[in-house]
Structure formats: structure tokens, C-alpha cells
């Protein structure tokens, strides 16, 4: 958490609920979250929010003046409350907390064991290098078969990290390339050079469905229940242990993940365990 399905669904909510408001001012409770040292936060106190923008897993809060670009990074999230809502009791540390002058607040969170989340003032959200350097959105018309063709090559690189690396694919993480490989067939840790052109055909569906189908699922989910309902519709993904809802073999752990990606062996691997 989060992926470009779950972001997607946050850059809708704010771009309904925050857009018009006028920034009040931001507090840092992590500094090290802040990238832009030569701009401080207060310049963007009293600006109005006239747009949202999704980058990948980043959220750009277009305003009257600078725009505020959020990265979400490896285990970011954001909650928003209203004027004299109270906060929640389990709610993580917040990171940042943007209030704005009707008293409403948008806060931002890590729950990773390594910062990740990033907060950047900027001009221009896509000159930014953390922007610039995103590969296309899957979901974008720029996905097409020859930019797919383009990325995936002769690289030597295992499908599973290829998937995640933004610089070729934005916006795809852990738990969506664990269900685009199931979806697909492939095992994770085969590379891209040795795919078949069936296989690639395959791969190129199964991320177009996959993402595709998570968008609309995600879409009108309240935030505070986006991690919920992405963690309910996974196929292989945190199942260790469980059937595989396709052939019923027992869905494993990739090896040397640490638990923290699975797939199946019968539908990935031809009934073969992958090596550790």
C-alpha cells in the first residue's frame, strides 16, 4: 500500500473535497520528508487549491501559486478530516498535517520502517526528477504494445522486479505485480529477454486487466478504507498458505522475499517450486 489504483481513488476524493479550499499552513512533524530545502512550506499558506494531479503513486495539489507534489512512496497514506472531527485512535504518526482555513485537514503518513513519503513545492510537478523519470502509466493511452515491446526487450531483469521498477512502469508496486504475474501465468522470477511471444502477450493483458479492473474497484472507496478493500480482492498476494482460487494448489512465498510476495506453482511454475 499504496499502488497508482489506490492513489488514483485518493487524487478523485481530494479533487472533489480539497479543491477550492485555501491552504492555511503545514506542519511538519518529519523533516526529512520535506525535499525541497530551498522552498519552505510557507509558501504556500493562503493559496487556493485549484486542481489534483496523479503521478504514478505521487499526488501534485495544484494551487493559485506553487503546486505541493506528495509521494507516497513504499507505505505512504493520507487521511482527511473535517472541521471538529475527531482523530481516529488508530491513526498513525502523522508525518505532515496541510490545514486549511475552514479548519478541514489533510494529514500524511509512513507506515514503512524507512521513510518514504517525500513533500515537495514546486512550479512545475513534472520537472521534478522523482516525476520525470516515471515510465508510463499502464492505465494511460502511452501503454501501448510497442512502449510495453520497448520495456520489456532483452532486459535480463526477473518479470516481478521489472514490474515494480517505476522507471518503466509507474505506479505498479509489491502487491499488483504478485497478481499480474498469477493473472499472466509467468513465474516472478522469470526474465523478460527469455518471454515467449505468447508470454507476452499474455503479460501485456494481464496488466491492462489487472490494474485496469483495480481502478474501478478502487473508485468511491473511502480512503480510510482503500488498504481494506485492495487487501480483500487479492488473488495471490498475501495468501501464503491459502488455495489458489484458479487450480486450488497452495499459494508460497517467492523465495527470498521474505514473505512479502507469492504466487502459485502450478499456474506460474508448471507445478515446480521456484528455487530459493
Known amino acids: 500500500m499504496p499502488e497508482s489504483p489506490e492513489v488514483d481513488a485518493l487524487a478523485g476524493f481530494l479533487r472533489a473535497t480539497a479543491t477550492g479550499r485555501v491552504i492555511a499552513g503545514i506542519e511538519l512533524e518529519e523533516f526529512r520528508a520535506w525535499k525541497s530545502r530551498e522552498r519552505r512550506p510557507e509558501q504556500l ?14 499526488v501534485a495539489l495544484d494551487t493559485d501559486g506553487p503546486s505541493l507534489l506528495i509521494g507516497f512512496g513504499r507505505a505512504g497514506w493520507a487521511r482527511w478530516r473535517e472541521d471538529g472531527d475527531p482523530e481516529p485512535d488508530d491513526a498513525p504518526p502523522a508525518i505532515a498535517r496541510i490545514g486549511f482555513e475552514d479548519g478541514a485537514e489533510l494529514a500524511v503518513s509512513d507506515a514503512g520502517e524507512w521513510l518514504s513519503l517525500s513533500l515537495t513545492v514546486t512550479d512545475d510537478p513534472t520537472s521534478e526528477a522523482s516525476i520525470a523519470k516515471l515510465g508510463p502509466d499502464p492505465v494511460s493511452d502511452a501503454f501501448t504494445r510497442e512502449a ?29 505485480s504478485d497478481e499480474i504475474l498469477h493473472v499472466a501465468k509467468l513465474a516472478p ?55 489458489c482460487p484458479v487450480c486450488g494448489d497452495e499459494v508460497r512465498d517467492v523465495p527470498g522475499s521474505k514473505g512479502n510476495a507469492q504466487y502459485c506453482a502450478t ?3 508448471g507445478g515446480v517450486p521456484l528455487e530459493g
Open 189 to 243: 522470477t522469470a526474465h523478460a529477454a527469455a518471454l515467449t511471444e505468447d508470454e507476452r502477450v499474455r503479460l501485456f493483458a494481464a496488466i491492462r486487466e489487472v490494474l485496469g479492473s483495480a481502478f474501478v474497484a478502487r473508485r468511491d472507496i473511502p480512503i480510510d478504507r482503500q488498504k481494506a478493500e485492495k487487501v480483500a480482492a487479492m488473488r495471490v498476494h498475501g495468501r501464503t498458505g491459502e488455495p
Open 45 to 58: 499558506h493562503g493559496r487556493r487549491v485549484t486542481g489534483v494531479r496523479r503521478f504514478g503513486k505521487h
Open 148 to 176: 510495453f515491446d520497448r520495456i520489456t526487450g532483452r532486459r535480463r531483469k526477473q518479470l516481478k522486479a521489472l514490474l515494480q521498477e517505476q522507471e518503466s512502469l509507474s505506479g505498479i508496486g509489491n502487491a499488483y
Open 267 to 269: 499456474c506460474q511454475n
